[in-house]
């Protein structure tokens, strides 16, 4: 059974950070292309970051370039996005997803305010 459990998420203050971890199991990690997406009240989920199987290439929206940073660790089957520099803007759910499977996990609140 493939289950995606995100986590690490939180109520920050403007300027903060916080790290999001995303554990996989049920599929082949280290195969496959990982992803973070996001969803903010009333809005569709949006492609946050990607990575690539074995970590040498990634993608970030130009929301976030410069401020998150994707990274897995392919022996604890584990996905991360580290993200500094948090604005109200990024207040939504995080969700990790394979690019091989249908799955998203529950999602973790990321809540950005003063």
């Known amino acids: 059974q493939v289950t995606l459990v995100e986590s690490g998420g939180g109520l920050v203050q403007p300027g903060g950070c916080l790290r999001l971890?995303?554990?996989?199991?049920?599929?082949?990690?280290?195969?496959?292309?990982m992803n973070w997406y996001r969803q903010a009240p009333g809005k569709g989920r949006e492609l946050v970051a990607g990575?690539?199987?074995?970590?040498?290439?990634?993608y970030y929206a130009d929301s976030v370039k410069g401020r998150f940073t994707i990274s897995r660790d392919n022996a604890k089957n584990t996905l991360y996005l580290q993200m500094n520099s948090l604005m109200p803007g990024d207040t939504a759910v995080y969700y990790c997803?394979?690019?091989?499977?249908?799955?998203w996990g529950q999602g973790t609140q990321v809540t950005v305010s003063a």
């Open positions: 997803k394979s690019n091989l499977l249908a799955t």
């Open positions: 971890s995303c554990a996989a199991s049920g599929f082949t990690f280290s195969i496959a292309r």
């Open positions: 990575i690539s199987a074995t970590g040498d290439s990634s």
